[in-house]
C-alpha cells in the first residue's frame, strides 16, 4: 500500500541540518515533510561539538534556553605535544556575544529542534522512513519533484516543489540524483570510544595530546564522560585489531595516561569502539532542478574543530530564507536561483574551514625528530603571539557572529562523578 504527503519542501534527513532548515521553513509558513530513517534520535560517537557561532544562532533561534542544563560549555582548548604543553587557548579571550563552544549531545538538540516544529502547523516529521528514489518529471531528466521512501507501513510517497538532501556524509540522495563529487580520503582514520571522565581533569576543556606521529582527541561529553578520538592509518582497523586490545589500550597509556586503568575496565572489546572514515567531499554543484544539497551531503568536513554540526545549523538559517522568497515566486527558476545563490554565498566558508582543517591534519601527522621539532614551535609561535592566536581560531569559530563586548554568561557546572 501506498501512502502519499504533498508539501512545498520535503527534507531527507533528520539531523542538525535537515531539522534546523525544517524548522526555519516552518516558522516561515512554508510547509515541509522531513524524513529521517532512523526511528529514534540516537546518535552516538556523532557529532557534539557545537561552535560558537551555532551556539550563537541557536540562542537566536530560541532554542538555547530549552537546551539549558543538557550541555557542556568548552572554556578552554590545551594541546600537548610530546609531554609539553604547546598551546592553551582560553575562549573568554574572544570578543563575541557567544565566545565558547559547546558539547551538546545530538539527541538533546534533535529533539529540541523536532519539538520546536511540531509547533507549527506546516512541519511534518516521518522518522523510519528511509529514501529509495526521486520522482522526476520527464524520466530521469526532467526536475525532481518528491521522493519515495520506504516506511515499516510499506511505501511512502511525499510530492514537493523542492527536495533538499540533509542526509550526510554518504548521502544517497546525492547518489540518486547523479550530481557528480569528488571524494578525497585522508591519510587517517578515527577510532571512537567513551569513557568516565578522570577525576583530575575539569569537564570545560578540550584536550589534544600528540607524541611523535600518534595523536588523540580528548572531548568532554555531558554530563560526566569524556569522547576520545586516536588516529590510525587510512584502513588500518584491521592491523590494528589483529595486535589485539592491548595495543589500543597501549596508545592510550602513551597519549593519555590519566586514562589507562579505566579504559582497561571500559573496553572489554571491539564492540566498545567505533571507526570513522575520515575524508573530505567536493561536490562541485549543489543543485539542479528541484533539489538542492546541504550540510554534509554537499560539502563533506572532518572531525577537526567539530565544524560539521557547525555549518549544517549555518547551512539551515542560510536556505530558509532564500527558499521561502522562491516559493512566494512559485516558479522553477526561482528555485534554481534560490539554489545557486546558497551556494555562493556558503561555498567560501566552507573552503577556508576545509583549508584550515587539512593544515591541521598535516600537523598532526609530523612524525621524526624534525617534524616533531617543526610542529612543536610552530604551535608555541601561535600561543606566544595572542592576536595571531585569535586570528587563527577566528577563521574556523567565529564566521558569523561580529565582535563586541556582549560576551554570553560564563556557564561553570561540577561534573557528575561515577559512583
Known amino acids: 500500500m501506498t501512502a502519499e504527503l504533498t508539501a512545498q519542501v520535503c527534507v531527507v534527513g533528520g539531523g542538525p541540518a535537515g531539522l534546523a532548515l525544517a524548522v526555519e521553513l ?11 530513517q532512523s526511528g529514534h534520535f540516537n546518535r552516538s560517537f556523532r557529532g557534539e561539538s557545537v561552535s560558537p557561532d551555532s551556539v550563537w544562532l541557536l540562542d537566536r533561534l530560541g532554542l538555547l534556553d530549552r537546551l539549558d542544563g543538557t550541555y557542556e560549555q568548552m572554556h578552554h582548548m590545551e594541546i600537548i605535544d610530546s609531554g609539553s604543553t604547546v598551546l592553551s587557548v582560553d575562549f573568554s579571550d574572544f570578543p563575541y556575544p557567544h565566545p565558547y563552544p559547546v558539547e551538546l549531545p545530538q539527541p538533546a538538540l534533535l529533539s529540541a529542534l523536532a519539538d520546536v516544529g511540531r509547533e507549527h502547523p506546516g512541519f511534518t516529521l516521518r522518522q523510519s522512513a528511509t529514501a529509495v528514489g526521486l520522482l522526476r518529471e520527464r524520466g530521469d531528466s526532467g526536475p525532481v519533484t518528491g521522493v519515495r521512501a520506504r516506511t515499516p507501513d510499506g511505501e511512502l510517497v511525499v510530492r514537493a516543489a523542492l527536495t533538499v538532501a540533509a542526509d550526510g556524509r554518504f548521502s544517497k ?6 550530481l557528480p563529487y569528488e571524494k578525497q580520503p585522508l591519510d587517517r582514520d578515527v577510532i571512537w570510544l567513551r569513557l568516565p571522565i578522570p577525576q583530575e581533569w575539569d569537564s570545560n576543556t578540550y584536550r589534544i595530546r600528540i607524541r611523535g606521529g600518534e595523536h588523540g582527541l580528548f572531548i568532554p561529553t555531558h554530563p560526566d564522560s569524556v569522547r576520545v578520538g586516536l588516529n590510525i592509518p587510512k584502513g588500518g582497523l584491521k592491523d590494528l585489531r589483529a595486535k589485539g586490545l592491548g595495543a589500543l589500550h597501549e596508545r592510550l597509556d602513551r597519549l593519555a ?3 589507562s586503568a579505566t579504559v582497561r575496565k571500559e573496553v572489554k572489546s571491539w564492540s566498545d569502539t567505533s571507526m570513522l572514515d575520515i575524508f573530505t567531499t567536493v561536490v562541485p554543484n549543489w543543485s539542479m532542478p528541484g533539489l538542492i544539497l ?32 522562491a516559493m512566494a515566486q512559485n516558479t522553477t527558476a526561482a528555485l534554481v536561483r534560490a539554489g545557486e545563490t546558497f551556494q555562493r554565498t556558503r561555498e567560501e566558508a566552507v573552503r577556508l574551514s576545509r583549508a ?8 598532526f601527522a609530523l612524525d621524526g625528530r624534525l617534524g616533531g621539532l617543526a ?11 595572542r592576536t595571531l592566536q585569535q586570528k587563527v581560531l577566528a577563521r574556523a569559530y567565529f564566521q558569523v557572529q561580529e565582535p563586541g563586548t556582549t560576551v554570553a554568561r560564563r556557564v561553570t557546572r561540577e561534573p557528575a562523578r561515577p559512583s
Open 26 to 36: 516552518a516558522k516561515r509558513s512554508v510547509s515541509v515533510v522531513v524524513l529521517e
Open 173 to 178: 540522495v546525492r547518489e540518486m540524483s547523479g
Open 257 to 259: 595516561p590519566e586514562l
Open 294 to 325: 546541504m550540510g554534509d551531503a554537499a560539502h563533506t568536513l572532518t572531525p577537526i574543530l567539530g565544524q560539521g554540526v557547525n555549518h549544517a545549523i549555518i547551512d539551515a538559517v542560510t536556505l530558509a530564507p532564500l527558499v521561502e522568497e
Open 356 to 363: 584550515l582543517q587539512l593544515r591541521q591534519e598535516r600537523l
Open 375 to 385: 610542529r612543536r614551535s610552530l604551535y608555541r609561535v601561535v600561543d606566544r603571539n
